[in-house]
C-alpha cells in the first residue's frame, strides 16, 4: 500500500498564480486533512474533511480552497498565491475523526511550496 | 482556543544521555498524541494516550499523560543518533472533535 501520496512534492510559483496540490489514500480512510508547517510554528490546519462530501476550515484557511473529490483524494488549491504561503504543506488521513480512537493521522511526505 | 505549548524547543545531547520533552495544555484534553518527524521527513504516529495517568512505554521511549490530563511527557532513555528529529504533541480537547491542536515540537539532536 503507498498510504497517503501528495503531488507534486515541489513547487515554485510566483505571486498570483494558482496551483492545486493533489493528495490520495488508499487506505479507506473517511477523513482527510492539509496541514501547513513553518519553522518554529509546528502544524496548523487548514481545513479537512470528516467524511466525503464534507469541508470544513481549520486554523488557517484564508487563501485555500478544497475539494473532497472522492473519498480517497482531497485537494488543496492555492488561487492567488502570496509569499506568505510559502511552506511546507502536508496532507494527512484518519480512519474516522468523529470517533474517539480513531484519531491517529498517516500524513503524506509533503510539497515544498516556493512563492516569489 | 486550545493551545498546546510544547518545551525545550531545541535540545541537544550526547549519544546516550536521556532526553525528555513536555507539552502543556491550555484546556483538559480528551486525548494526547506524539509524533516523530525526521529531518526532511514527515511526521509519523508514535503514540496515543487517552486515561488519566496514564503511562505506556516503547523500547527506549516512555510516554506519560498527566493525571489532570493537560499535560504530557516523553521521555527517551540512553538516547540513540536514530532518536534525531522533531517530536510533536497534539492534543485533542473534549468539546471539539477535529481539532487536533499541534505543539511546536522539539527539535532533538544526537552527538556521536
Known amino acids: 500500500n503507498a498510504g497517503v501520496t501528495q503531488t507534486p512534492k515541489f513547487q515554485v510559483l510566483k505571486t498570483g498564480q494558482s496551483m492545486t496540490l493533489q493528495c490520495a489514500q488508499d487506505?479507506?480512510?473517511?477523513?482527510m486533512y492539509w496541514y501547513r508547517q513553518d519553522p518554529g510554528m509546528g502544524l496548523r490546519l487548514i481545513y479537512y474533511s470528516a467524511s466525503e462530501g464534507t469541508t470544513d476550515k481549520g486554523e488557517v484557511p484564508n487563501g485555500y480552497n478544497v475539494s473532497r473529490l472522492n473519498k480517497r483524494e482531497f485537494s488543496l488549491r492555492l488561487e492567488s498565491a502570496a509569499p506568505s504561503q510559502t511552506s511546507v504543506y502536508f496532507c494527512?488521513?484518519?480512519?474516522?475523526?468523529?470517533?474517539?480512537?480513531?484519531?491517529?493521522?498517516?500524513f503524506g511526505s509533503g510539497t515544498q511550496l516556493s512563492v516569489l | 482556543g486550545q493551545q498546546v505549548m510544547q518545551i525545550p524547543q531545541y535540545q541537544h545531547v550526547q549519544e546516550g544521555e536521556d532526553f525528555t520533552t513536555y507539552c502543556n495544555s491550555s484546556t483538559t484534553l480528551s486525548n494526547i498524541q506524539w509524533y516523530k518527524q525526521r529531518p526532511g521527513g514527515h511526521p509519523v504516529f508514535l503514540i496515543q494516550l487517552v486515561k488519566s495517568g496514564e503511562v505506556k512505554k516503547q523500547k527506549r521511549l516512555t510516554f506519560q499523560f498527566g493525571e489532570a490530563k493537560k499535560n504530557s511527557s516523553l521521555h527517551i532513555t540512553a538516547t540513540q543518533t536514530t532518536d534525531v528529529g522533531t517530536y510533536f504533541c497534539?492534543?485533542?480537547?473534549?468539546?471539539?472533535?477535529?481539532?487536533?491542536?499541534f505543539g511546536k515540537g522539539t527539535l532533538l539532536t544526537v552527538n556521536p
Open positions: 487506505m479507506n480512510h473517511n477523513s
Open positions: 497534539a492534543g485533542k480537547s473534549g468539546g471539539s472533535n477535529y481539532k487536533l491542536t
Open positions: 494527512a488521513s484518519s480512519e474516522y475523526m468523529l470517533i474517539r480512537g480513531n484519531e491517529k493521522l498517516f
